[in-house]
């Protein structure tokens, strides 16, 4: 059995992984983990970690040390893993990536323009639209606070982004499960900051090289360096090819699997297709027996915690 322990309003992200009969998947909140006594043998995967407050954070690094301690397959230490401007910082600082990222906040600023504005947690995507200056940085950063966005969520990010024609850009990802690294479906949109996907931008010969790139694992083991740095072992890295180099953007703890049912470029559905069977594989392999005693969750803060929330309801949602 395989745990994934998210934040409450985010449990639906593995939806497709769930009922195959290949393994047994299940979701479970955090708010929920840590009111239990006692947790049964599996695997637990650690995702959301960009969304939990300070105080949670710390909960789930002592959970996460209760099922290690007790001889369960853990993925993700919550308290090693780096969140996203921890993370870029190191990525610059190994060599990784060439662009830099900065605590709004900080008396530095970008030694090279554009750059833009986003957020340290979340994902909403970005906070402005490419900024020139310190000028422009600084009211793109009194919007935020005007908006009620708290500066120590705000950060700043080199832009680092090239059309891969005129007109459209790619974002890439690559997952990895455990020691497993694959590479999976590409994102094309017209704007630099793509997240979401144009439909009819990209045409045959694009998606049959997303073909190749998922047929090949073309990036996949260039990107294990990055995850290595991140300390995350379960996870969706989004990068870009700059030049030719993969430039990671950030790594996502509990990323969003969907199923393609249709589209206009069928090589696209045996993308797909060929990803998700590989991803299943990967699931299986961190899989482990739900066989034995459950493991008693005793940590003293834990234990604390779970008077403190006996009539406690669930968490409000985060974005």
Not at 33 to 49: C, E, I, K, M, N
């Amino acid at each position: 059995m395989i745990t994934l322990l998210t934040t409450p309003a985010h449990s639906y992200t593995h939806g497709p992984l769930k009922n195959t009969g290949r393994f047994e998947l299940r979701s479970m909140s955090y708010n929920r983990a840590f009111r239990a006594r006692s947790l049964p043998h599996g695997t637990y995967v650690f995702g959301d970690l960009d969304r939990l407050g300070f105080w949670e954070l710390e909960l789930a690094s002592r959970l996460y040390r209760c099922l290690a301690a007790a001889g369960m397959r853990v993925l993700n230490d919550p308290a090693r893993a780096r969140q996203r401007l921890s993370l870029l910082r190191e990525l610059q600082h190994r060599g990784i990536n060439s662009f830099g990222a900065w605590q709004a906040d900080d008396s530095a600023r970008p030694w090279r323009y554009p750059a833009f504005l986003r957020t340290q947690s979340a994902h909403r995507g970005t906070l402005s639209e490419l900024l020139h200056d310190d000028s422009e940085v600084a009211v793109a950063v009194d919007t935020a606070l005007s908006n009620g966005v708290p500066m120590r969520e705000l950060m700043l990010v080199e832009y680092c982004a090239q059309p891969v024609r005129e007109g459209l850009f790619r974002k890439l990802a690559a997952f990895r499960v455990g020691e497993r690294m694959d590479c999976t479906l590409c994102v094309h949109e017209s704007h630099w900051a793509a997240k979401y996907g144009e439909i009819g931008i990209a045409d045959q010969s694009l998606y049959d090289d997303e073909y190749d790139i998922v047929a090949s694992n073309r990036f996949g083991e260039a990107l294990r360096p990055a995850f290595e740095a991140a300390g995350i072992e379960y996870g969706r890295a989004d990068f870009a090819l700059i030049d030719g180099r993969p430039q990671v953007y950030e790594i996502n703890s509990n990323p969003m699997i969907d199923r393609i049912e249709r589209h206009p470029f069928p090589v696209r559905l045996r993308t797909d297709a060929l990803f998700h069977e590989r991803l299943l594989n990967s699931f299986v392999q961190i899989d482990t027996t739900a066989d034995g005693p459950p493991v008693r969750i005793d940590d003293e803060i834990l234990v604390r915690q779970r008077r403190h929330d006996r009539l406690m309801t669930r968490a409000r949602w985060t974005p």
